[in-house]
């Protein structure tokens, strides 16, 4: 029971990417879905959420504007569509669930994928 990352890249800075979360072996239903990203030696940090009826959403400060979630019940899948990408959101970027509305704690979610490694060059 695990998120499948995909959709990460070598993009030029201002270029865009869009990630895909796939749900393995449990329906996302009920499930609000973060995205995460963790740099070098760096924390790993909330990026943006969608909450389980995706009706709401979040977005760290840094990313809002350019990067938009959004989910597709049916397909059991969430996106993450990230545009004017820059150096700094270079990093690997994780999904997880947490139950219904989007948390701060991020221990509070769980089936975190392997991640895919977004690279933007200047």
């Known amino acids: 029971l695990q998120f499948v990352e995909s959709g990460g890249g070598l993009v030029q800075s201002g270029g865009s990417l869009r990630l895909s979360c796939a749900a393995s072996?449990?329906?996302?239903?009920?499930?609000?879905i973060g995205w995460f990203r963790q740099a070098p030696g760096k924390e790993r940090e909330g990026v943006a959420c969608?909450?389980?009826?995706?009706?709401?959403?979040e977005y760290v400060d840094s990313v809002k504007g350019r990067f938009t979630i959004s989910r597709d019940n049916p397909k059991n899948s969430v996106y993450l569509e990230m545009n004017s990408l820059k150096p700094e959101d270079t990093a690997v970027y994780y999904c997880?669930?947490?139950?219904?509305?989007?948390?701060?704690?991020?221990?509070?979610?769980?089936?975190w994928g392997q991640g895919t490694q977004v690279t933007v060059s200047s």
């Open positions: 997880a669930a947490t139950n219904i509305f989007c948390r701060s704690d991020q221990d509070k979610y769980g089936y």
């Open positions: 072996g449990f329906s996302l239903e009920y499930s609000a």
């Open positions: 969608i909450t389980a009826s995706g009706g709401d959403t």
